[in-house]
């Protein structure tokens, strides 16, 4: 099953993790995600949440990672939609004092 969509427009990178995140799909979504960044070279990119029920520890490395690499090219990144039971465990990560979380309403956590 696909668990990473994308789109590129406007030197911005939607990546949109389709399931659960879990140790095993962790990887492919984590290379198919650094494939990616490095090949479009986005100024934003915007790690899209809004299909994942479920997310453990490996999740946060995911998340973590992908927000170092932006930062390595000069990419702003931000976490948009995630459902309330993922918003629940960045926020239990303190995610939020590095990363910008976006809901649905774009409010700005």
């Known amino acids: 099953m696909e668990k990473l ?5 406007n030197e911005v990178l939607t990546l949109k993790i389709i399931g659960d995140i879990d140790h095993h799909s962790a990887v492919s ?3 198919q ?3 990616l960044i490095f090949e479009k070279r986005p100024t934003i ?3 899209d949440l809004s ?3 479920f997310m453990d520890s490996s999740g946060l490395g995911l998340i ?4 170092t690499l932006s930062e390595e090219i000069g990419a702003e990144f ?3 939609k995630p459902a309330r039971s993922v918003l ?3 926020e239990l990560a303190g995610i939020e004092r590095l990363i910008k979380i976006e809901g649905d309403n774009n409010e700005e956590k």
């Open 5 to 9: 969509r994308f789109n590129y427009e």
């Open 29 to 31: 979504v984590r290379e």
């Open 33 to 35: 995600s650094d494939s």
């Open 45 to 47: 990119v915007l790690f």
């Open 51 to 53: 299909a994942v029920e």
């Open 64 to 67: 973590l990672g992908r927000f």
């Open 78 to 80: 931000k976490i948009i």
């Open 88 to 90: 629940r465990i960045l």
